[in-house]
């Protein structure tokens, strides 16, 4: 009887002791890996989860190997998290895209695009510190775009965040 107590106890300790793992894996954690805005400018990102939200940018860089054909992108997000479970959360938000893009035309010339994309990030955290994201929304280009000076489209995109804490 008394093994029988004790292995319940030990359970009992187990069970309560532990806590529901947050989405994100910890409040303050950083994560590494790669992400693209809607309208595909992208590479390289890093995000800051705060718990009620995160926040993050890319950097990406192409050389075509040609004279002057290298294209440069930087961007930021923000999301904050409407809806938050053990593994996954729900954000509201968007990001702000800027490319320094080779036209194809003269070897000398640059488009310049800026897009602004309103939209919503889910998070699935297959593990406690790696979340593949799903992003929808609007992306508006609002400088270049290949001559559209403000259009938007519905559209959706996926990324990938190891997470260090």
Do not use: W
Not at 74 to 103: E, N, P, T, W
Request: glycine share 20%.
């Amino acid at each position: 009887m008394k093994k029988n107590i004790a292995v319940v106890s030990g359970l009992a300790v187990l069970v309560l002791g532990a806590g529901v793992a947050s989405a994100g894996g910890s409040k303050g954690s950083i994560g590494v890996g790669g992400e693209y805005q809607l309208n595909g400018l992208g590479g390289m990102s890093a995000s800051y989860d705060m718990g009620e939200f995160h926040l993050g940018g890319f950097f990406g860089f192409a050389d075509g190997g040609g004279d002057d054909d290298t294209d440069v992108a930087l961007g930021a997000r923000f999301y904050y998290h409407v809806h938050s479970s053990a593994m996954a959360d729900f954000g509201v938000g968007g990001s702000v895209g800027l490319g320094f893009l080779d036209d194809g035309v003269a070897a000398t010339d640059k488009e310049t695009v800026l897009y602004i994309e309103p939209g919503v990030q889910a998070r699935a955290f297959v593990a406690s510190n790696v979340a593949l994201s799903f992003t929808a929304g609007l992306s508006i280009g609002v400088a270049d775009a290949n001559g559209v000076l403000v259009g938007a489209q519905p559209t959706g995109i996926a990324g990938f965040h190891y997470y260090f804490f």
